[in-house]
C-alpha cells in the first residue's frame, strides 16, 4: 500500500453503510434494489476493483443511512459474496456476510411469462435450490428462474 | 387451510398409496354414495372434455352434485374477474374445487385463497396429479405392484407433463427407466438430476424396437407438433416412435402399453387388440381415481 497512486482513495465513512464485494456487473441492481437513486444522502460508488474473491468488485458507501435488514436477503441473491458494515464514528460496528435464504418471497420476478404470479396480484415466492449458482424455482409455477433471468421488482 | 392437490409431490408416499387402495374399492362398489347432499364445483378456465367428463362422472358416482363451468368465455371472468375473485365466490358454493387453467401456478394460488380443498385438473404445462396418479393405479392394477417396475417413456420426454410427473411419483417404488426419445425432446437435466439424487437407474436410447423387449410398463406420448419449428423434422420424429403390432412379439409376458391420451399416430391402431394394449381401461381407471382423490380430501373415506 505504499504506491498511492494504485490505490483507489474513498474518504472515510463517518455514519452509514458499506457495501462491499459486490460483483461489479451487479452494482446497479443493488442500487436500484436499495433505491440509491432516489435518496439524497451522499454516497460514493467504485466499481471495476480488484478482488481476492471475486472477479471485479464493486463498493457502494452511503452515508447517514442504515440499510434496511429486510434487504439483506434480496441483496444476497444478487450479490452473495457481499459484505456490509454498519459505521458509526468512523469505526465498524457491525459487519455481515450475507447469507443466501432458502426461500424468497418478493423482489424478483418469475422468468416464466405463463406464470401466475405474472397475471394475478401475488407475490412471487422461490425455494432456492442452488445456493452457489443462485436458482430459484417458484413455488406457484414450479418452473426455474437462474440467476442470468433475474429481473427486480419492488 | 384444507389439504389440496395441487402437485403430485403434495401427496408423500402412504397418501399415493392410501389412494392406490381407495381406488380398488371404488373400483369394486362404484356406486357407493359418499357425498349426498354435497356440491363440488369443476371450473375449467380451458376447455378439457376428457377430464372434466371424468372428474364429474367420479362426483356423480359418488352421489355429489356439480356446478361449475367448461369454459371461461361466458363467465365473470371474461367481464375481468381476477381469479382471486372467482375462487373466493365459488368456495362459498362449494364442498371441492376441481379447476384447470391455461395459467401455470394457477391451481396453488387457488389453494392458498379457497377455503375448500382445490384439485389441479391441469395448470398449464406444469401439473396435473390426477393423471399421475390414474398412471399410478393403473400400473398398480396390471403389474401388481409398484416396486421395482421397468419404465420405458418414448415420444416428448421434454414438455410431456405427465411423464415429469410420473417419475417423481415413481421415485418412491424404485422404478428403473429407459427415455426414447428424438434427440431435441429428451428428458431436461433437471429431471435426470432428480433420478440420480434419488439412485435411481435410467438409460436414454433412440432404439425404440430395443427398449421395450425388457419393459414392464410402456409409456407413450404424443408428439406435438407446435413443438417444432421445421415441420419436415416433426414428420420425420413423428414416423420414427411410432409403435406397431409386430414390434410386440418379443415383448414381455406382464408388458402394459399406457398412454394419457389422446393418441395420434404413435400407436397404430393395430395395437388396440392386443392384450397388452391398456390405454382406453387406463381411462377408465381414471374415475376410480378420481372418486378415490375427492373422497379422501373430503375426509369421507
Redesign the interface.
Known sequence: MTDNKTVLEVSALENGTVIDHIPADRLFTIINILSLDKIKNRITFGTNLESKRIKTKAIIKVADMEVDRNYLSRIAIFAPEARLSYIKNFEVVEKIKLVVPDTIEGGVKCA?P????N????TPKFDVIDKTDITLR???????TTQKQFEIIK | MSKSLV?ISDFNKEEILKIMELAAHFEKNPGEQLLHGRVLATLFFEPSTRTRLSFESAINRLGGRVIGFSEAGNTSVSKGE???DTIKMVSNYSDLIVMRH?????A??ASEVASVPVVNAG?????HPSQTLLDLYSIKKTQGTLDNIHVVMVGDLKYGRTVHSLLQALSHFGARFTFVSPDELKLPD?YKLFLRLHGMEFTETDDMGEAIKDADILYMTRVQRERFSDLMEYERVKSAYVLKNSMLADTKENLKILHPLPRITEIATDVDENPKAYYFEQARNGVFTRQAIISYLLGVK
Open positions: 416464466n405463463m406464470c401466475v404470479t397475471h394475478e396480484p401475488v417458484c413455488k406457484y409455477c414450479e418452473k426455474i | 402437485s381476477t381469479l382471486h391455461y395459467i401455470e401456478g394457477a396453488r394460488y395448470d398449464g404445462s406444469n401439473q433437471e
